[in-house]
């Protein structure tokens, strides 16, 4: 089900949070019920009825602490099959409650619900839930907001408020599109403040810029992950990613109102994406209104200049200047020594089209197909972590993945006469504790492209990226094992490459995805099986009685 015609593509979600509204104990148990039904929602002039959680869109926050327990109730009273995807949680032997759709569980079908419960370890910051499977991300997300151990301070000046922020701007497309003037979000604020925003991609398909006219932001915060504090004009943001940055309101009423706005980042091929802009607006409390809650409405509204639609060179400054904060309190354990190499290219080939038909690809008798080394990822019928589990791997899974491309070609230049990609379930076996360097090659097959790459179950290091072809002798020479900044989703430059490192401390089976192919049954995707260690604490823990049954 597609429920993404109600919105535009380039778009961020916002929800007021007071810093007081989150009174809690450390270690304690959140509980949260999550009702999936259907809602009629309208916005760019039409009325839909959208998948949503408790009726909400975007659906509820998920408060939590860092050493939190978080117990949340999925009952699913809609027709389709669901599964929720808490992202960016580490999800430490803890796998069942991952949430991709035959990857880690069976989906939930209509009438059913499952129980995920997951602890908060070693994190702390933004990051998001939504549905994985299908396309009912369109309309299934919320974030997830994750404070520090009581008594425990933030790395930087504690803000006066935080507001998160995500795809539409809350749900709201803005005063930009038709019918839309009423739907705008609207930041409320006053002079010589401090405001947290937590800023979530929820877009399917868009990498986005993102800026306040105005108003400079102060990063702090990305994949909740603190780093060394940048200040920009505008920010980068690709699906999947979650970015806090701190906004100093100006000392003195400014007799003015400034729009924030979100627009897209892309190098695709025109017409496949969405090049609209997403609009909220920043409002002064005016000073001398008689009313304490009265904002002016007939001021002048400033706009900020974004890059263009393709600037990559401002991209690849912003991405190369994140840094982890590398301190004895919140270090960057990026392993020096790599026991496990890979080179995986990522990008767009072809499949032939069904006998006697007719596609929409580069020839009428081909239709596109993304892959991770030439293999166009298969979703089983069987979760995979349930097959491993079990035994029962046999006809589900192959554990033969690729290393390396099997043949390699110019991956920036010339392609290869053969686009054609083979389809397969295929996975990487990781010993307990191995040291990995991935490096994700970007491709020009049809089209040098960006690409967001989300691995499930690990935080990696961002220790290299560069364009053209990965150099294997001259490019880790420049490698930062210093501070690299530290995520769980990275963009791959167009026509270009990026090179991650982690360590597979996390037993399971774990998916790794463009975050744009997420709703597909196969594409540019793959998983990684890490094994059980020798000790207890690095074993799996058994599936809930309650885990749902394809």
């Known amino acids: 089900m597609a429920a993404s015609y109600l919105l535009p593509c380039s778009a961020l979600v916002a929800v007021l949070v007071l810093l007081f509204s989150v009174g809690m104990a450390e270690g304690a148990i959140r509980e949260y019920q999550f009702d999936v039904q259907m809602t009629n929602v309208t916005r760019l002039c039409s009325s839909k009825s959208i998948v949503t959680v408790n009726g909400q869109f975007p659906g509820p926050t998920v408060f939590a602490r860092e050493g939190d327990l978080v117990v949340v109730r999925v009952v699913n009273h809609v027709p389709y099959n669901m599964s929720i995807h808490w992202h960016g949680i580490r999800q430490l032997r803890s796998g069942w409650a991952d949430g991709p759709a035959y990857i880690t569980q069976c989906p939930i079908q209509s009438g059913q619900s499952y129980v995920y419960k997951f602890a908060i370890t070693g994190q702390r910051g933004t990051l998001w839930w939504h549905a994985h499977i299908s396309w009912l991300r369109a309309t299934v997300y919320g974030p ?65 810029f993102f800026s306040i006219a105005g108003h400079r932001l102060t990063v702090v915060d990305v994949d909740a992950v603190y780093i060394k ?10 699906p ?43 409002e002064y409390k005016d000073p001398a209104s008689p009313s304490p809650a009265a904002f002016n409405k007939n001021l002048p509204v400033l706009r900020p200049t974004l890059p263009q639609i393709n600037d990559t060179s401002f991209v690849a ?31 767009l080939g072809t499949h032939p089209c069904a006998v006697n038909g007719t596609c929409q690809g580069p020839t009428n008798d081909t239709r596109f197909a993304a892959s991770v080394n030439n293999v166009s990822f298969v979703l089983p019928t069987t979760a995979l972590l349930q097959a491993h589990f079990t035994g029962r791997s046999n006809g589900v899974y192959s554990p033969n993945f690729p290393a390396a491309p099997l043949v390699p070609f110019n991956y920036t230049g010339t392609p290869p006469n053969n686009t ?27 089209g040098a492209e960006s ?79 890490v094994l059980d260690g020798d000790r207890p604490n690095e074993k799996l823990l058994p599936p809930p009685s309650d885990l749902p049954k394809c």
Not at 188 to 206: C, E, F, H, S, W
Not at 257 to 281: E, H, K, Q, W
Not at 424 to 444: D, H, R
Request: hydrophobic share 40%.
């Open 317 to 347: 400054n912003y991405t190369g200047r994140l840094r982890s904060l590398a301190t004895a309190e919140y270090p960057a354990d990026v392993p020096r020594e790599v026991d496990r190499r890979f080179l995986f290219t990522v990008g």
């Open 451 to 529: 690409h967001p790459l989300h691995l499930h179950g690990f935080n990696f290091f961002v220790v290299g990226q560069g364009f053209g072809n990965f150099d294997p002798v001259k490019d880790p020479a420049n490698y930062n094992l210093v501070d690299p900044v530290e995520r769980n989703t990275v963009g791959v430059p167009a026509a270009g490459w990026v090179a991650i490192r982690f360590r597979a401390d996390n037993p399971g089976v774990w998916f790794m995805h463009c975050h744009l192919e997420v709703h597909v049954s196969w594409g540019l995707k793959m998983a990684w099986l």
């Open 229 to 238: 504090p940048i200040t920009v004009e505008t920010i980068l943001i690709t």
């Open 240 to 282: 999947g990613q979650t970015t806090n940055v701190l906004l100093t309101t100006k000392p003195s009423y400014p007799g003015a109102t400034y729009y924030m706005l979100a627009a897209p980042y892309s190098t695709a091929r025109p017409g496949t994406f969405d090049n609209t802009t997403v609009a909220g607006i920043l």
């Open 144 to 208: 997830i907001v994750i404070l520090p151990k009581p008594g425990v301070p933030y790395p930087f000046p504690a803000p006066d408020k935080e507001v998160p922020i995500a795809f539409t701007i809350n749900g709201l497309p803005g005063p930009l599109y038709n019918c839309s003037a009423k739907d705008t979000f609207k930041l409320k604020v006053q002079p010589g403040k401090t405001y947290m925003l937590r800023i979530i991609n929820a877009a399917l398909n868009d990498e986005l």
């Open 420 to 446: 054609n990609v083979a389809n397969g379930t295929k996975l990487v076996v990781l010993p307990y504790g191995a040291s990995v360097e991935l490096v994700m090659q970007g491709t020009s097959i049809l």
